[in-house]
């Protein structure tokens, strides 16, 4: 790839920026530049860094390495700061993430996600607004659209690290070996699911006691029948998830469970138990961000083998329905945060301003991560997989923030509940569509 080519796809990125609930403009606070912050880090004082994050040595072996290597080379070039580390798997770290912000215990430096997510804790004065290092060193160096989506009241309260879309991931092998080909339509999925079901073969690698991982499925049916806006309408109030198009989709996820085409237990599984089942290869296909791609790229302890095996398709279009093939769910993934409260602010915000850069030099190659920040890669050799993703978000028509990070807590709550239920025919696709409404209409 060359450099003029990586440029255009992350100028592109520009048109594909989604209307993100909550969000707005940022701008300078007044606050400390991240020159001074940075002196305050180098001032000679011990100074502990509380940093709680979600990458473990397991589940995300490149993150958790990348994360390492920054926090030691910051460490070697400012001796007096120990960045102590918390790690938790993604629900866990949600959860305690509500708990401890409730007796504002908050780590000194955090994960955070996007919009809905983001508000009751800025509004909360939980996070601190990082505007100042947005003037700094990092000023011109993110993907346009990608810090707006942590902006509330036109302050910034997180920097962005990743981008990401949700792709297909399939088995190459299994398809060769039941004479399947990629699925360009629906109806033809379909007709994939139902094959691979006769011969005894799990269609799709499902976790859905996370709940989210379901809604990812959801939110392509939604986006493929009614097209990119109607669930985005759906959640800012233009729209309603009584539309017609939202209640088939729900519906459609049903007629899925009922063909058999996600493995056995999905509902009772976590998204890490469900992935299992694509990684051992006994499901043919795997529906996530593309912060799985250094399982599929640059992970050592998975076989270059099975590797080797890991191609990836849109999901397909519906006949008669007005969505386009092009149309992804994604948007920036999750971004780091300062509390508010903290005893060593300047200290932990010199080390976000600090990894943040290090973070988008070093996870294109290191992990096969696809940055928020604009990164040269016109002299990296990239794997195929990553170079035909970049060239989707290149091609991209829209980009969808997840549904549970769009919607305010309490209503994302529900959303993620309702879609556990409609996978598990608990719900009506009706009732799914109500419970949506109700939740949203309380305002939390």
Known sequence: MTKKTV?????????????????????????????????????????????MHLWPAGSSAQQNKLVNDIIAEYQNEHPNVTVKQEILENEQYKNKLKVISASNQL??????????????????????PLDDLLSGDLNGQFVSGTTEAYAIDKKTYALPIELNISPIYYNK?????????????YDQFLQVVQTLTENGVAPIALGNKDRWT???????MADRLGGADTLKNAINRTGTFEDPSLIQGAAEIQKLVDMNAFNKGFNGLSNDEGKSEFMNEQAAMYMMGTWELPNFTTNPDIPQEFKDKVGFFKFPSVEG????????????GVGLFVAENSKVKDEAKAFVNYFVQKWGEKSVVDAGVIPATKVDTAKVELPQLYI?????????????????????????????????????????PEEFAKKHEEAIAEGN
């Open 173 to 185: 092998a299994i398809f060769e070996k039941y004479n399947l080909e990629v699925p360009q339509t």
């Open 321 to 332: 329905g007005k969505g386009d093939i092009n149309s992804w769910v994604g948007g920036p």
């Open 107 to 128: 780590p000194d430096v955090g994960v955070t996600w996007a919009a809905g997510f983001l508000e009751p804790y800025a509004k909360g004065n939980l996070f601190a």
């Open 388 to 428: 035909d993703l970049l060239n989707e978000l290149n091609n991209a028509s829209n980009l969808t923030l997840f549904a549970d990070v769009q919607l305010k807590p309490d209503a994302a709550q529900t959303h993620l509940n309702m879609i556990q239920a409609l996978f598990g025919k608990a719900v009506t």
């Open 214 to 220: 379901g809604s990812l499925w959801y939110m392509y």
């Open 7 to 51: 440029t255009s796809m992350l100028l592109l990125m520009l048109a594909l920026t989604v209307v993100l609930a909550g969000c707005g403009g940022k701008s300078n606070d007044g606050g400390q530049a991240a020159g001074g912050n940075e002196n305050a880090a180098d001032s000679g004082s011990k100074v502990t860094i509380n940093f």
